[in-house]
């Protein structure tokens, strides 16, 4: 399936990328290098104030029920999104400016 993969370490109680940004995750005892993996169903689009990433609406694939989406960040990392295809309104369109964020607990430690 599908999941977006993040490298970085988990450092003083925090999962840190290399750039300094800090993500959530739930507490875990990996020392050094890891991975933190969130899967796409996950993800949820916020407002700008509240994302941990943002950027662009690349693709949209519909897929019966839910959509796809293929959002380029502003530092290049492209991430997968999925969410529900209600027919209550239409989907996101490409270019579209998004923000994306997680809970801790959607997000998985991988150490390397």
């Excluded at 599908?2 to 507490?27: H, K, Q, S, V, Y």
């Excluded at 923000?99 to 997000?107: E, F, R, V, Y």
Aim: net charge positive.
């Amino acid at each position: 399936g599908e999941i977006n993969l993040f490298e970085g370490a988990w450092r003083d109680g925090r999962f840190m990328l290399a750039d300094g940004r800090a993500l959530p995750a739930m507490a875990a005892p990996a020392r050094g290098g890891a991975l933190l993996a969130v899967r796409p169903e996950n993800l949820r689009f916020v407002p700008a104030a509240e994302a941990i990433f943002s950027g662009r609406i690349e693709s949209v694939n519909f897929l019966g029920g839910q959509v796809l989406y293929r959002i380029v960040g502003q530092d290049g990392r492209k991430l997968l999104a999925r969410e529900p295809n209600s027919g209550d309104r239409a989907a996101r369109a490409i270019g579209d400016a998004v923000g994306l964020a997680w809970s801790p607990a959607a997000a998985v430690l991988l150490e390397k």
